[in-house]
């Protein structure tokens, strides 16, 4: 990956792009440490020390989650603190609307035109619910103490003001993600995402520390001599599952009938059909836990309650929760089947082969032949999809049995950072071998 960068850093158009890539992340990470004003910072900085305590009870909260998507910026209550959660839970409406809805699917298929109109209703879906988000987050700084004025007029114009600031720092990162998208290399959000978790990487490093330090030499606890080491091996053993099943692939063979045109005979070689295993790569993990981030919100609304139903409830869509766990799993499941409905058409890729003269060994072209492409499309997916709940889930059923709270979101992390890094990789070496580079992969 490193020597891909190299050598797309010698393309001046290339590196223009991740010039450009790398000044929009910049921005990104200068406006999630501007806060929104009306705070009481010292008041801000004793609400959320949970978040930034290696507690188990913080982390099992869905607020460490949205803390770390934000890469931060929402403990610190700053101008992008709602991140890219709404821009990713309007895209995932819209998806499921646009499959749902005949009028939509229609639009969506009227090319360039139709996808335009779809993302335009997607921008303003993101606002809407970047003003829900940023009004819920308002009403629980109010109700915990943050807001500096809270009566008769001063609470109302405190409240446009803060308000208005969350709903506009989500709109600005909708911008920085589109921008990305059409002047810088890989996708915007995913970009962003991975910006936001690798700005939290120190603070995970000082939570090792911690925990080997000031509770295992210092507090007596020898357990963590043992534990931290091994969740360092468990990073590393993740990161390298993850990295080959991003590169793996089952090959459908192709066999072309030989044809004659002229004095030229053309066709008679073979082919293969790749499919990859990891098809939708990190969006059905981004958007299962966009999905299951709906209950933090509710919680910021109602707050914590000390016992009851509601109690129970949160306490079940926590991080650790058996119903987090369980919820989390199915939902990957399904988005990556989803994503493999949207991407491919066994139909339309038999109906591609047979006019072409190509056909798959022993399968008989037409219907047959896209049956069987939809029998290996299931099972591939689900070997994928099964593969991103173990990898999910697994950090998290280690952070439970360890009670290493702080832990908790590492499989969600590392997914998106070795996702986003090999796909934005694969797309400068697309874009180096368009340009006809020689020599790029020397």
Not at 36 to 64: G, I, K
Not at 128 to 141: D, E, R, V
Not at 172 to 184: A, D, H, L, R, S
Request: aromatic share 12%; proline share 4%.
């Amino acid at each position: 990956m490193f020597k891909t960068i190299r050598n797309a850093w010698m393309i001046p158009d290339l590196r223009r792009k991740i010039l450009f890539t790398i000044l929009i992340v910049i921005c990104f990470r200068i406006g999630s440490v501007i806060p929104v004003p009306f705070l009481d910072m010292t008041a801000l900085q004793n609400l959320m020390a949970p978040l930034n305590e290696a507690t188990h009870a913080a982390s099992s909260s869905a607020l460490a989650y949205l803390n770390t998507l934000s890469g931060g910026a929402f403990s610190n209550a700053t101008i992008f603190a709602m991140g890219v959660t709404p821009y990713i839970n309007a895209s995932i409406i819209m998806q499921l609307l646009t499959v749902a809805i005949p009028p939509l699917e229609r639009l969506s298929k009227e090319g360039e035109a139709g996808r335009k109109k779809i993302a335009t209703i997607t921008r303003y879906a993101t606002v809407i619910l970047g003003l829900i988000q940023g009004t819920a987050y308002f009403f629980y700084l109010k109700g915990s103490g943050v807001t500096l004025y809270n009566d008769g007029f001063a609470l109302w114009f405190t409240a446009i003001v803060i308000i208005l600031a969350f709903t506009a720092g989500t709109a600005v990162m909708m911008w920085f993600g589109e921008q990305i998208n059409e002047k810088g290399i890989g996708n915007g959000i995913s970009i962003l995402l991975f910006a936001g978790i690798v700005a939290r990487l120190p603070y995970t490093i000082n939570l090792l520390y911690r925990y080997f330090v000031e509770q295992g030499i210092e507090g007596g606890m020898s357990q963590y001599f043992i534990l931290v080491p091994l969740w360092v091996v468990v990073f590393l053993v993740v990161m390298w599952v993850i990295t080959f099943m991003q590169d793996s692939e089952r090959r459908i063979p192709i066999q072309y009938a030989k044809r004659v045109v002229g004095r030229k005979m053309y066709g008679g070689q073979s082919s293969h059909l790749p499919i990859k295993v990891a098809l939708g790569g990190v969006l059905p993990i981004i958007f299962a836990s966009s999905i299951l981030s709906i209950p933090s919100t509710i919680q910021i609304f109602t707050g914590t309650p000390s016992e009851g139903f509601w109690k129970m409830f949160f306490d079940a869509f926590s991080t650790t929760g058996w119903l987090y766990m369980t919820l989390y799993f199915v939902l990957i499941i399904m988005f990556g089947y989803f994503y493999t409905t949207i991407q491919y058409n066994p139909v339309e890729m038999a109906n591609n082969l047979k006019q072409n003269n190509g056909t798959i060994p022993g399968i008989r072209p037409g219907a047959p032949t896209a049956d069987f492409i939809r029998k290996i499309l299931s099972r591939i997916t689900l070997i994928g999809c099964l593969f991103l709940g173990f990898i999910a889930l697994f950090p998290l059923i280690y952070s439970a049995l360890t009670n290493m709270g702080s832990m908790s979101m590492g499989g969600t992390s590392i997914i998106i950072m070795v996702g986003v890094a090999l796909e934005t990789s694969k797309q400068m070496e697309s874009q180096m071998m368009m340009r006809h580079y020689k020599g790029f992969l020397d």
